[in-house]
């Protein structure tokens, strides 16, 4: 069986082994297409339930549980995982209440083993570096594909180079990236500068580019639907909400969905909702012109790690979008604090980018776009020891035009029972 790359918009077909990251010709962006007549005898619900609880190497990742659906030509031999995944999915009836919603559950994504997403994207980036031979990888990155990125270079023996912001980069993620060893170079640009820098200068020194332009990335991001249909016993919920940043994974999910339809998986697709900041809304203003096209701007956000203008998956986002008659909310910084607040405030936790999905649940139950009675799944997407300073800097009440609805701040007290006895005689605030 062969997976071919194939350029989503002129179709022109590349094989696998082929260095490429977008069409030759007409630069469009390029998919992995299996060969779904030849999966569909041999993928099944229950061949998937039975790798549940795997000890065995590759099945023992949750992206690798799904390898016929990821990449399965691969040489188990030269797979890379931690393993990742196999994340949980959360029912949170309190928050349910909160977003006016009745069954929410939230997928935390955060879980993985560097922290975030990104992982089960680097799983299948990393892993496609060692079947092309490649000695060094690289990124440009907000931060959390650079900590991911990190950690499996160094677990595969390869080099890995990350580039960041000079600015705004959350202290976890910067952290993270140095300890694993990855060369950290500190560029005065944004984002967006950044990637076409790493582009460039990659394909001048044979470095492999592991952004999510990467098509072998998008591969391992699907399995976030596929584990959570699994989790939900294949029962396909109303929405599936997340956060937008570079599309990545908005697109990932899309193609997961349609394949799992097509492969008699699923019997029906959830329709997906993608959550921008304000500052940071490209897509939301392509979706308010129907489409027509995307606008970079400057973007600004505390959620870092969708601070970005020009989003490189936006083709295929859009595509998503038709697929799973999906839709395009924005919330502002303060509504991402305040929503990531609760969910720490439950005992999950995660970073402020995640904080859009919940924050946008609430906001399409109030316009109407997402019913009641309906089943919401939201994804977090980063653990919340990413970003410590916003955390402390928004129950401290430092964060500049934002106001913390109920901080969480430490309390002066001196070493003696009286004064704990009346620290402690104040009733405590309740969040939700
Ligand atoms: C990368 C990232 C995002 C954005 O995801 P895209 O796939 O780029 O849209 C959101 N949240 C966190 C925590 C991330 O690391
Ligand atoms: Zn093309």
């Known amino acids: 069986m062969t997976s071919i790359l194939q350029c989503m918009d002129c179709e022109r077909q590349y094989r696998t082994d082929t260095v490429i990251y977008t069409c030759d010709d007409c630069g469009g962006l390029l998919d992995v297409v299996h060969d779904l007549d030849a999966l569909r005898s041999l993928v099944s619900r229950e061949l998937f339930d039975s790798r549940l609880g795997s000890l065995d190497f590759p099945y023992n990742s949750g992206v690798w549980r799904y390898k016929e659906l990821v990449y399965p030509d691969a040489p188990d031999d030269l797979i890379v995982s931690r393993p990742e995944g196999s ?22 994504e955060g879980e993985n083993p560097t922290g975030s997403f990104k992982d089960r994207g680097m799983t299948g980036g990393v892993t496609q570096a060692r079947i092309l031979g490649k000695h060094s990888v690289a990124c440009a990155s907000t931060g959390n594909t650079s900590a991911s990125l990190a950690a499996y270079a160094a677990w595969a023996n390869l080099r890995g180079i990350v580039l ?20 950290c170079i500190r560029v005065n640009a944004d984002f967006d500068k950044n990637l076409a820098l790493v582009r460039e200068i990659s394909a001048e020194l044979d470095i ?72 940071a809304n490209p897509l939301y203003r392509a979706y308010q012109r129907g489409f027509d096209r995307l606008e970079p701007m400057h973007a600004e956000t505390i959620a870092t790690a969708i601070k970005i203008g020009s989003p490189v998956n936006y083709p295929k986002a859009v595509r998503a979008l038709r697929w799973t008659d999906g839709v395009v909310e924005q919330v502002s910084d303060q509504e991402i ?19 859009c999905s919940l924050a946008g649940i609430r906001k399409l139950v109030e316009n109407g776009t997402i019913k009641p009675q309906e089943t919401v799944v939201g994804v977090l997407t980063g653990h919340v020891l990413k970003d410590p300073d916003a955390t402390i800097d928004y129950h401290a009440d430092r964060i500049p035009n934002l106001r913390a609805v109920c901080p969480n701040r430490p309390i002066e007290a001196e070493g003696t029972l009286d004064d704990l006895r009346r620290v402690l005689s104040t009733p405590i605030p309740t969040a939700t």
């Open 337 to 355: 604090m305040e929503a990531k607040a609760l969910i720490d405030g439950v005992g999950i936790g995660c970073e402020p980018a995640s904080g």
């Open 87 to 108: 994340t949980n999915l959360y029912p949170v009836p309190r928050l349910a209440k909160w977003a006016g919603v009745g069954t929410l559950y939230l997928k935390h």
């Open 208 to 279: 492999y580019v592991l952004n999510s332009v990467n098509p072998f990335r998008l591969e391992g991001q699907k399995t976030i639907m596929i584990e959570m249909l699994q989790q939900l016993r294949w029962r396909v919920p109303d929405w599936v909400v997340c956060p937008g940043g570079n599309l990545g994974n908005s697109s990932a999910f899309g193609k997961a969905l349609r394949e799992l339809y097509d492969l008699g998986l699923i019997d029906r697709l959830p329709r997906l909702a993608i959550i921008q900041a304000e500052g």
């Open 164 to 183: 960041f912001q000079n600015k705004q980069v959350a202290l976890g993620k910067l952290a993270q990236a140095i300890a694993y060893g990855a060369t």
